[in-house]
């Protein structure tokens, strides 16, 4: 059974649209993470909540936030896609601080048109 | 800024043959992780592997953290076409109550049969 889930699988968003994805866990870790990947790169980290505490990584543009509003669910919002945005989002989860062994979903491919 | 540098970035080869991927870093990691991620799909987590020197083994594949815990190798014997895809190592640092995990760039193996 997916213990990570994310929805949709493929977004297809307009230039300039706001868009919003989501990430679910049934592991009831404290920490959830928003990776960005670009085709042939490695995940890129955007931010991520340690349970409710909010660590912004210093090169995520202010276009991406995020909202976490209980311990199952995380969102990405992106407030105004633009072309360079297209990529593979992938949400995953640790049990803690100290442990970071990560639970990745399946991801969510955007596409900007 | 903390790098973790994989060799080789690709890698095509028969089935049947052995391959070795390393991952190499200046910097010194309490743990190191193997990722291996399919097309479209998230990264899965292989191994975890935490004190210098530690070798482990998961069916064909062997993993091996360097003693000095700055570097790793993942040893793939009579590769089959299910090994295909792309495999991410990644660090894992503590500074005070924080936590991060750092990706390499991956290697992606093609394993033709």
């Known amino acids: 059974d997916a213990m990570v889930i994310q929805n949709p699988r493929y977004q297809v968003t307009q230039f300039g649209k706001p868009v919003t994805l989501s990430c679910s866990q049934t592991l009831n870790h404290n920490v959830m993470y928003w990776y960005q990947q670009k085709s042939s790169q490695a995940p890129k980290l955007l931010f991520h909540?340690?349970?409710?505490?909010?660590?912004n990584e210093a090169d995520t543009p202010d276009n991406f936030q995020s909202r976490r509003p209980n311990t199952s669910f995380c969102f990405l919002d992106i407030r105004s896609p633009g072309l360079g945005d297209a990529a593979m989002y992938l949400c995953?989860?640790?049990?803690?601080?100290?442990?970071?062994?990560?639970?990745f979903g399946q991801g969510t491919r955007l596409t900007v048109v | 800024t903390q790098l973790l540098e994989q060799s080789p970035q690709f890698l095509s080869i028969q089935e049947g043959e052995n391959l070795t991927v390393y991952c190499n870093s200046s910097?010194?990691?309490?743990?190191l992780q193997w990722y291996r991620q399919e097309p479209g799909e998230g990264p899965v987590l292989l191994v975890t592997?935490?004190?210098?020197?530690e070798v482990k083994k998961l069916k064909r594949l062997t993993f091996q953290f360097g003693d000095a815990r700055k570097d790793s190798s993942l040893h793939i014997t009579a590769a089959q076409p299910g090994d295909t895809g792309l495999y991410l190592c990644a660090g894992a640092t503590y500074g005070g109550s924080q936590g991060n995990l750092i990706f390499g760039k991956g290697t992606k193996l093609s394993v033709k049969p």
């Open positions: 909540y340690y349970d409710k505490d909010f660590n």
């Open positions: 910097s010194v990691f309490s743990s």
């Open positions: 995953a989860t640790s049990r803690d601080r100290g442990q970071l062994e990560a639970f």
């Open positions: 592997v935490v004190t210098g020197g």
